[in-house]
T-cell receptor, first 113, second 110 residues
Framework: NAGVTQTPKFQVLKTGQSMTLQCAQDMNHEYMSWYRQDPGMGLRLIHYSVGAGITDQGEVPNGYNVSRSTTEDFPLRLLSAAPSQTSVYFC????????????FGPGTRLTVT | DQQVKQNSPSLSVQEGRISILNCDYTNSMFDYFLWYKKYPAEGPTFLISISSIKDKNEDGRFTVFLNKSAKHLSLHIVPSQPGDSAVYFCAVAAGNMLTFGGGTRLMVKP
């Protein structure tokens, strides 16, 4: 099992550019989520999905879109990057019976200049 | 306003001694509580959890205590080992969402 994988590991964007952060899991988990980590702020939930075709907003959804067309993949799209979106992004997954015990990917470090 | 607070950004402990990490929350509706551990350049990993119907849960060297009246959660590590040096996040659960505290960096000195 590869677990939760994220690509790319690092990315630099200019203000206004768009991009997609990829996340995939091979554990057949129903639940997937995206967090951002900023110094002193912990991890903040951006969007989550309880199954294919179902997504919902978390604590800080503005400026981000998600979709869940398959159980395995949960991409995060930045529509028009802003310096405030400079952060480390983590994708996580879990199965419905233990929703809160989440498996995290290694993260994507994004810098927006 | 932050619903989950870890007031100590860092903690230094001697190897073999007890490490106590603390977490306070504001909403009495939270019903499940967790601790995650994070090493540099890696994603967080789940460590231990407790439901609101309990006040203590133990797993080897790790024990989580819940004081519902004080809205306070703590993690005890006994004995502490150098490999425990990491950032520890508490998290509280409600519905389909986890809310994390800001983290405490634990340094265990040999």
């Amino acid at each position: 099992n590869a677990g939760v994988t994220q690509t790319p590991k690092f990315q630099v964007l200019k203000t206004g550019q768009s991009m997609t952060l990829q996340c995939a899991q091979d554990m057949n988990h129903e639940y997937m989520s995206w967090y951002r980590q900023d110094p002193g702020m912990g991890l903040r939930l951006i969007h989550y999905s309880v199954g294919a075709g179902i997504t919902d907003q978390g604590e800080v959804p503005n400026g981000y879109n998600v979709s869940r067309s398959t159980t395995e993949d949960f991409p995060l799209r930045l529509l028009s990057a802003a310096p405030s979106q400079t952060s480390v992004y983590f994708c996580a997954s879990s199965y419905g019976g233990q929703l809160y015990e989440q498996y995290f990917g290694p993260g994507t470090r994004l810098t927006v200049t | 306003d932050q619903q989950v607070k870890q007031n100590s950004p860092s903690l230094s402990v001697q190897e073999g001694r007890i490490s106590i990490l603390n977490c306070d929350y504001t909403n009495s509706m939270f019903d499940y509580f967790l601790w995650y551990k994070k090493y540099p350049a890696e994603g967080p990993t789940f460590l231990i959890s407790i439901s609101s119907i309990k006040d203590k849960n133990e797993d080897g060297r790790f024990t989580v205590f819940l004081n519902k009246s004080a809205k306070h959660l703590s993690l005890h590590i006994v004995p502490s080992q150098p490999g425990d040096s990491a950032v520890y996040f508490c998290a509280v659960a409600a519905g389909n969402m986890l809310t994390f505290g800001g983290g405490t960096r634990l340094m265990v000195k040999p």
